[in-house]
Structures are given as structure tokens and as C-alpha cells.
């Protein structure tokens, strides 16, 4: 009996394999992750852009990116976005840093271009009940993406791929389209709890969770060299009113990184 088969079939009852959607949980589930609507939902696709090399080694400018298997030069992106770490901590020094620094799908960047870089935040309301679904664009043979999220753990309401057989490779807009049509699995006997989970190649994953722990939480791709060329995002939880108050004399971080021209080296 296989975890996590890779062919992502996880909507009917099999003798070879499970899926983490198809467990119960052995504690109660709060009533309000098992409501029709979540407050907040998200889509969140994930692939990478290969770079040219013209692009990466262009005279004075220099690149993340990881040479991948076969030679391809490659950077992660989540809802097209590559994440940057702030110069500062957020958590205790949020006024050090410039809000153009923060960005999110509905907010990029002015001419950021393909290779979109900016602290990548998305801000929840406290106690909002919020869906997450991630959709796997990079589809690489036999690759299942390990999603972690700081702070929390969540319900998997939904594990699978494509039900169209006429679509080889699942996108944000198939996903959106699926999602409108009600032929994304959702599951909400006992959705087993969970703070990892893998993302089936060209498949998706729905989690839910309530936004009851304010905060500045990281959620990435376990992968670390994934990491490292942006594939994470915060979720930014709360307001500043909502933390305990920044201890007097606490110590204060400099700016940990370089300058990115995109921002004028204004950090």
C-alpha cells in the first residue's frame, strides 16, 4: 500500500495505494473548515522559468538560478512571482522596510517582468477561514513539490488531477475553470490534519485552515535549492496590533542583502 501514489488518483477506493485526502482525523475538525464557503481562498500556481542565457549572464547583472538536471537554468515562481527575503524582519521591524517591497498576485511590481521579484506576502484577516489551492504548473516527470506552512497546521481537503481528459497539463486557468464547475475534489469527513504536503505532478492539492495565529509565516517548497531560487511566500496573518509588543531594547537586524536595481537600491 503506497502514500501519496504519483498518478494522483485519489477519488475512489483502491487496493494499492492511498492518498493523505483520503484519511480520517482522529480529533474533532473545527465546523467552520467543514462549511461550504471559506472566507478567503487562494490560488496558487507554482512553476519555474527557464532562463536563456543571453538573459543570465548579461554583462553586470547577476541571477539566481539553479542549473537543473540536463543543464536548464531555472528560477521558481509561485503565482508568478519569485520570492526575495525582506532586508529586515517584518515580525519586529516592519517600519524598516519600504512597502514596495511587498507584492502579491494582485500587486506586482511596475515592470518587473518575467523573473517578478519581491517579498512575497499575502495578508489574511485573524480567524478567517482560509482554502489554499495549489496547482502544480511545473510537471516534471515523477516530481511531487512538499509544501510546508509555518505556524499552522492544516485540513487536506482535496488531493487530484485534471477529471478532463482532453487536458494533458493542468494550469491556474484550468484549475480556476474546474474549481467554477465543482470538479475539484473536496472531501470534508475528517480531513486528516497536516503542516506538509505533497503536490502530485500536474495535479493539485486544497487545504484549509483558520487564521487564528497572527503573524508573518513562511510557507515554501521543502526542496531547499527551491527555496533558494523562490519558491515561498508569506502568510501574513493579523495586523501589528494583533502581536505582543516589540520588548524594549531588542536587538535590531541590518539589511542582509544586496541591493535589487527593481527597487533603486533603496533598501
Known amino acids: 500500500m503506497v502514500l501519496n501514489p504519483l498518478d494522483a488518483i485519489c477519488n475512489k477506493p483502491r487496493n494499492d495505494a492511498i492518498c493523505v485526502s483520503q484519511l480520517r482525523n482522529a ?3 473545527d465546523k467552520r473548515i467543514l462549511q461550504e464557503r471559506p472566507d478567503v481562498k487562494i490560488f496558487l500556481p507554482f512553476r519555474f522559468l527557464f532562463y536563456r542565457p543571453e538573459q543570465l549572464f548579461a554583462p553586470n547583472t547577476y541571477n539566481r538560478f539553479l542549473a ?10 509561485v503565482d508568478e512571482i519569485s520570492f526575495v527575503g525582506p532586508p529586515s524582519p517584518p515580525l519586529s ?29 499575502i495578508d489574511i ?14 510537471q516534471s516527470p515523477n516530481l511531487s513539490h512538499p509544501f510546508h506552512l509555518h505556524g499552522y497546521s492544516f485540513n487536506v481537503i482535496g488531493i487530484g488531477r485534471s477529471p478532463d481528459k482532453n487536458v494533458k497539463k493542468i494550469n491556474l486557468k484550468h484549475a480556476l475553470d474546474l474549481d467554477r464547475r465543482g470538479l475539484l475534489n473536496r472531501h470534508f469527513n475528517l480531513p486528516p490534519s ?9 495535479g493539485y492539492v486544497i487545504f484549509r485552515f483558520r487564521a487564528d495565529n497572527p503573524g508573518w509565516w513562511l510557507f515554501h517548497c521543502h526542496f531547499l535549492f527551491h527555496i533558494v531560487i523562490g ?10 496590533e494583533d502581536l505582543p509588543p516589540i520588548p524594549r531594547n531588542f536587538p535590531k537586524c541590518g ?9 533603486h537600491g533603496h533598501w
Do not use: W
Not at 537543473?68 to 515562481?77: C, M, N, R
Not at 539589511?255 to 527597487?263: A, C, D, F
Open 93 to 121: 521591524q516592519l517600519d524598516d522596510i519600504p512597502p514596495e517591497q511587498f507584492c502579491n498576485g494582485d500587486n506586482r511590481p511596475p515592470n518587473c517582468g518575467q523573473n517578478c521579484m519581491c517579498t512575497h506576502t
Open 68 to 77: 537543473a538536471t540536463g543543464g536548464d537554468h531555472v528560477i521558481s515562481l
Open 255 to 263: 539589511n542582509h542583502l544586496p541591493p535589487i536595481t527593481s527597487y
Open 231 to 240: 519558491m515561498n511566500l508569506i502568510i501574513h496573518v493579523g495586523t501589528q
Open 125 to 138: 484577516p485573524l480567524n478567517a477561514i482560509v482554502e489554499v489551492v495549489l496547482v502544480d504548473e511545473v
Open 27 to 29: 480529533k474533532k475538525v
Open 194 to 202: 497536516k503542516d506538509t504536503i505533497a503536490v502530485p505532478n500536474n
